[in-house]
C-alpha cells in the first residue's frame, strides 16, 4: 500500500514539477496540462481502488504480469477486449520501467512536453477504462492508503 501510494505520489509531483518547468520555459498551457494530469492520475488511483478484483485471467504468463492496478483495471468486460497476448504486450510497455526509458529518451532528444502529452493520455485513457469497470459491475471496496 505504501509502494503503491509514493508511485502515485512520485507521479503527480513529477507532472506538476514537468508542467510548472515547460510553463517557466514555454507556455502557460504546460503548467494547465500538468495539473490536469495530477488531477487525473490521482482520480484514476481513487477509482482503481473502488473496483473489486474477481476472476484472475486464464494466462499464467498474463497473470504473472499484472500488479493489483492492472487486475483492477483488468476486472469485467474490459478484460475481454483482447487476448490475453495482447494484454500483456500492453502492461508490458506500460509499466513505469517502459514509461521511464521512454520519457528519458524523450528529453534527451529535446521533446519533454510529449512526456507532458503522453503520460495525460495513457491516464486518461485508463481512467476511462477503470470508470467502466466500476460502472460495468465492480463493486465498491473500502479505499486503502
Given at each position: 500500500?505504501?509502494?503503491?501510494?509514493?508511485?502515485?505520489?512520485?507521479?503527480?509531483?513529477?507532472?506538476?514539477?514537468?508542467?510548472?518547468?515547460?510553463?517557466?520555459?514555454?507556455?502557460?498551457?504546460?503548467?494547465?496540462?500538468?495539473?490536469?494530469?495530477?488531477?487525473?492520475?490521482?482520480t484514476n488511483e481513487w477509482s482503481l481502488r473502488r473496483v473489486q478484483l474477481s476472476d484472475q485471467?486464464?494466462?499464467?504468463?498474463?497473470?504473472?504480469?499484472?500488479?493489483?492496478?492492472?487486475?483492477?483495471?483488468?476486472?469485467?468486460?474490459?478484460?475481454?477486449?483482447?487476448?490475453?497476448?495482447?494484454?500483456?504486450?500492453?502492461?508490458?510497455?506500460?509499466?513505469?520501467?517502459?514509461?521511464?526509458?521512454?520519457?528519458?529518451?524523450?528529453?534527451?532528444?529535446?521533446?519533454?512536453?510529449?512526456?507532458?502529452?503522453?503520460?495525460?493520455?495513457?491516464?486518461?485513457?485508463?481512467?476511462?477504462?477503470?470508470?467502466?469497470?466500476?460502472?460495468?459491475?465492480?463493486?465498491?471496496?473500502?479505499?486503502?492508503?
Open positions: 500500500r505504501i509502494d503503491d501510494f509514493l508511485d502515485m505520489l512520485g507521479s503527480v509531483l513529477f507532472v506538476l514539477g514537468l508542467g510548472l518547468g515547460l510553463f517557466r520555459t514555454r507556455s502557460s498551457f504546460y503548467l494547465l496540462e500538468g495539473l490536469l494530469c495530477a488531477a487525473v492520475i490521482v485471467p486464464e494466462s499464467e504468463k498474463l497473470t504473472e504480469a499484472l500488479y493489483p492496478r492492472h487486475r483492477r483495471l483488468l476486472a469485467g468486460r474490459w478484460g475481454r477486449i483482447f487476448n490475453d497476448n495482447v494484454w500483456w504486450w500492453i502492461i508490458q510497455f506500460t509499466k513505469r520501467d517502459a514509461a521511464i526509458l521512454a520519457f528519458l529518451l524523450l528529453a534527451l532528444a529535446d521533446q519533454s512536453p510529449w512526456i507532458l502529452h503522453l503520460w495525460l493520455t495513457v491516464s486518461a485513457t485508463t481512467l476511462i477504462l477503470s470508470a467502466r469497470s466500476n460502472a460495468a459491475g465492480g463493486t465498491d471496496v473500502p479505499d486503502r492508503v
